[in-house]
């Protein structure tokens, strides 16, 4: 199985890394969330840059402690299995609780079909783990799931930072909102410290801080099916970007493709599409949004797409289905590069 540990390449002209003095660029890299963290900090002193893009990874680290979906012990383990075992409030970190809440609020928007409560169905598909292989499916205990219509809406959290569920089969994993709430919680701590050119990149979740010396970031959106990017494009300061694709975390079985993006609404991971990026200009919440954004648009159906992402706000949006078909929004058309020179992209809009 291919295994790419990052959804979009960082594409940095001039100068590599640290290693041209020419070119004042600090970048550190890092294995959070289950793949590859890069920080690039530009036009810094390097050992200032070198100590705040360790306490930007320092961290991812603990997030990634806190919210984990099955280590035991994580504070989102800890309140899954309070989930399951009773309907009484458990107390929660303040963080925790404001988490949920915005990720209720975004699953509303997404009309459910961004929905973290569903974890008891992507572990039945074996994707609470980190390595993938094919599971046997399990007809009768899917549909058991899915007739209990876990939803984030049946979790109640209180003033006193304390949250149940109104309903057993509800359990949280938050591997679709985690990387783009640690976008937004990086740039914001780099921009405190007075940081003005950064770009940091979980896993193809990516999000700007300025400039890359004279020019704008660019990355490179990367193919679903070949070792490079398909396009490249400009991010600007504040910008963020997000791809979710059937390339990463998958199995395959009897020639059927499984991954992991898990339609709620049948229990089955999603067919048809390949890749989905998204592109959210600046905004309080940026990194988060495209992190979840990409995953209703990567859900629904051909006919539904464009709904799907004017539902999550996003007017900037590429989809790669199953059969290599490309389709960009008339906004995202123009600010794409393509680097293979044979594309043919349909519009969407």
């Keep these: 199985m291919r295994h790419y540990l990052a959804v979009l390449l960082i594409l940095l002209s001039g100068c590599v890394l640290s290693s041209c003095t020419r070119e004042p660029l600090y970048q550190s890299q890092s294995y959070v969330f289950g793949t590859l963290v890069d920080v690039s900090i530009y036009g810094e002193d390097g050992y200032r840059a070198r100590l705040l893009?360790?306490?930007?990874?320092?961290?991812?680290?603990?997030?990634?402690?806190?919210?984990?979906?099955?280590?035991?012990?994580?504070?989102?383990?800890?309140?899954?299995?309070?989930?399951?075992?009773?309907?009484?409030?458990?107390?929660?970190?303040?963080?925790?609780?404001?988490?949920?809440?915005?990720?209720?609020?975004?699953?509303?928007?997404?009309?459910?079909?961004?929905?973290?409560?569903?974890?008891?169905?992507?572990n039945l598909w074996g994707f609470q783990r980190d390595q993938f292989s094919p599971v046997k499916i399990d007809k009768a205990a899917i549909t058991e799931l899915v007739k209990a219509a876990p939803q984030m809406t049946d979790i109640v959290v209180e003033k006193n930072d304390t949250a149940y569920s109104k309903n057993r089969k509800v359990r949280?994993?938050?591997?679709?909102?985690?990387?783009?709430?640690?976008?937004?919680?990086?740039?914001?701590?780099?921009?405190s410290h007075g940081v003005k050119n950064a770009l940091i990149n979980i896993g193809g979740n990516i999000i700007a801080l300025g400039t890359h010396g004279d020019h704008p970031w660019r990355v490179g959106i990367q193919d679903p099916r070949k070792p490079g990017p398909i396009a490249t494009l400009d991010l600007g300061d504040g910008w963020a970007i997000g791809t979710s694709g059937d390339y990463q975390r998958y199995f395959e079985l009897d020639g059927k493709r499984y991954c992991h993006i898990i339609d709620p609404r049948d229990g089955y991971?999603?067919?048809?599409?390949?890749a989905v990026t998204v592109l959210?200009?600046?905004?309080?919440?940026?990194?988060?949004?495209?992190?979840?954004?990409?995953k209703p648009i990567f859900i629904s159906s051909q006919e539904q797409r464009v709904k799907a992402a004017h539902s999550m706000g996003i007017s900037n949006f590429m989809v790669i289905d199953t059969q290599g078909k490309v389709f960009v929004s008339e906004e995202m058309k123009k600010r794409l590069q393509w680097v293979e020179k044979d594309v043919t992209a349909q519009s969407l809009q």
């Design 53 to 122: 893009a360790n306490d930007v990874l320092e961290d991812f680290q603990g997030l990634h402690n806190r919210l984990h979906a099955w280590q035991e012990g994580s504070d989102l383990n800890k309140l899954n299995v309070a989930f399951a075992e009773s309907d009484k409030p458990f107390p929660i970190s303040k963080e925790l609780a404001q988490i949920i809440s915005n990720a209720q609020a975004l699953s509303v928007q997404s009309n459910g079909l961004f929905n973290p409560a569903i974890g008891r169905l992507i």
């Design 172 to 191: 949280l994993d938050l591997g679709g909102y985690a990387k783009g709430y640690a976008l937004d919680r990086a740039a914001s701590y780099l921009r």
């Design 269 to 274: 991971p999603a067919q048809g599409t390949e």
């Design 280 to 294: 959210v200009p600046p905004g309080k919440n940026a990194g988060t949004l495209s992190d979840v954004a990409s």
